[in-house]
């Protein structure tokens, strides 16, 4: 790999990372010597670039630094246009809106020698036929998400019965042929996931949950880890006995 390249993927997996990253795990996904990332380190905060940390604790890219679209690989262009053409086919009508917008932006900002990445990519998803249609608004779901604002719904079970839930939403799950809407309800005192397709009504209210989406979703996915590992252990004490 070439230095230039190098220096440019150090940034790359600093930006990635949700903590500091150390030499070891830059140096083993580069395939190179902690020596040379701690001396391309060395080069890098001497561009200018704001990392900040130290061998042995590991290394951070300071937000507000940001790198030229055009430097985009060839496998990131790939990724970025399947990823796109995914939700243009999967999401709701506002972001697949946004994936098609996306992917024409993309063509436009790389150089010309890979615009045929895009214009005839090697790969791309497949159109969802058996999608079932959203039963509320999912733009507003998401401005929900952001604001940290709670919505009232009406939902079906399975076996169409109603009830009325106060629901503080978090996140949004795209599969094949259903959306699923992760959320806080006041009435189970838990966390809770409804389908889109099986809401009755939704009224988008302005009152604000008293807890940040990320915290809340922090404890959403460890709460389904511990269900998991507690599944397990379930199955593994079936088997043994």
Request: hydrophobic share 45%.
């Amino acid at each position: 790999m070439r230095r230039a390249d190098r220096l440019f993927q150090i940034i790359q997996v600093l930006r990635r990372g949700r903590g500091p990253v150390t030499a070891d795990a830059i140096a083993a996904e580069l395939e190179t010597s902690k020596r040379t990332v701690y001396r391309d380190i060395a080069d890098l905060i001497g561009q200018q670039v704001p990392i900040r940390g130290e061998a042995g604790v590991g290394y951070v890219l300071e937000g507000g630094y940001d790198l030229p679209p055009l430097m985009l690989t060839a496998e990131e262009i790939e990724a970025a246009v399947l990823g796109a053409q995914w939700v243009a086919s999967r999401g709701d009508p506002a972001l697949a809106r946004a994936a098609q917008d996306l992917i024409a932006k993309i063509g436009v900002a790389v150089p010309e020698r890979l615009r045929p990445l895009i214009l005839e990519p090697a790969s791309g998803a497949a159109p969802n036929w058996n999608a079932l249609p959203d039963r509320l608004d999912m733009a507003a779901v998401r401005r929900a998400i952001h604001g940290a604002r709670k919505i009232s719904l009406t939902y079906r079970d399975e076996q169409e019965r109603e009830s009325e839930r106060i629901i503080w939403p978090i996140a949004v799950g795209y599969h094949e042929t259903v959306r699923l809407l992760v959320a806080w309800c006041e009435l189970r005192r838990d966390f809770r996931t409804f389908r889109t397709d099986r809401v009755a009504g939704a009224q988008f209210l302005e009152e604000r949950y008293p807890e940040r989406p990320a915290t809340l979703r922090a404890r959403w996915r460890k709460a389904k880890l511990a269900q998991a590992e507690a599944m397990r252990a379930q199955s593994v004490t079936a088997k043994a006995s």
